[in-house]
């Protein structure tokens, strides 16, 4: 059989790059010929995907609960690809810079625009029920969340905004770490203690965490736009995509996890108690920690008013 000559061109392109690399070709082409022939299903490995929503109670929304909880992370898990390519870039341009944070806000609105499958696809009684099945667990306890706020900027923004002016980047990274916003909300508000939650959450993830703030010291996202000349800082479309970010992290994220959390903890004026017992009244509302990414890229007034009209507007429909 003759061998065409773009195929004959391809072996010797094929027979060059393994010699180069001391490979022998002919145990490839056996592989070739022994490996069956790849399938959507294999490659997805759906069989495995679709056997991790393992619900703990016969509640038909537990499953709906358990899914879109995965998607989120899955999700995430793409936001750190993209965070991590921007910031182990060592020629970054503004195209590159701009390209990454457009894919990262497009995956958190496709989370905050799917987010009405948590805030109205359940039924509330029955997640009232079986919400008790999870105890201690809490979305509180995602990592992922929790490593893209660490790769996003330096701890100093992270810390607990009614201190947040007592430190500074010359503190140490464990103090900072030791102050960060969100260990309020793992704090019982009667005992001052920490829940278990909290507790379960630091012993698995914080030398993880605290490895990371190491990584990416001076290097977050923030790090390296203010690494960038002056006139790449200036770029609009880079400061907008900048901005984006920030809201759609800061405020419109949180603001879903809102609706979700008065939707099905709050009823006749009182409040129920999150999974894990953290006081996501406290916790959730932008206004309250006005955490800011990029700091820099809001004027006073912006920061002031940070997510404040949609908790004024909540807070005074409760009374």
Known sequence: MEIKPEIAERISKLEEKFRNS????????DGLLYDRYLSYWDYISVDTLLSLQKTNTHFPDETIFITYHQITE????????????????????????????????????????SFDVMIKGMEREQFLKFRMALLPASGFQSAQFRMIELYSTPLEHLVSADIRTDFSETNTLEELYENIYWKKGGIDLKTGEKTLTLRQFEKRY??????????????????????????????????????????????????????????????DKSTIKATGGTNWKQFLPPGFQKISFFPNLWSKEEQEDWGKQWVNHTFNTEK
């Open 74 to 113: 899955l999700y995430f898990k793409l936001i750190i690809h993209e965070q991590k390519q921007i910031i182990e870039n060592p020629t970054l341009t503004p195209s590159f810079f701009i390209e990454k944070l457009k894919r990262i806000n497009r995956y958190f609105r496709i989370l905050i625009d």
């Open 22 to 29: 001391g490979q022998d070709m002919g145990s490839y082409l």
């Open 206 to 267: 914080t030398p993880r965490f605290l490895r990371i703030a190491n990584q990416v010291k001076e290097n977050t996202i923030y790090h390296r736009y203010l690494g960038m000349a002056e006139e790449d800082r200036n770029n609009k479309d880079l400061i907008k995509a900048m901005r984006d970010l920030d809201v759609n992290v800061n405020i419109n994220w949180l603001l879903m996890h809102m609706g979700a959390a008065y939707r099905y903890l709050s009823k």
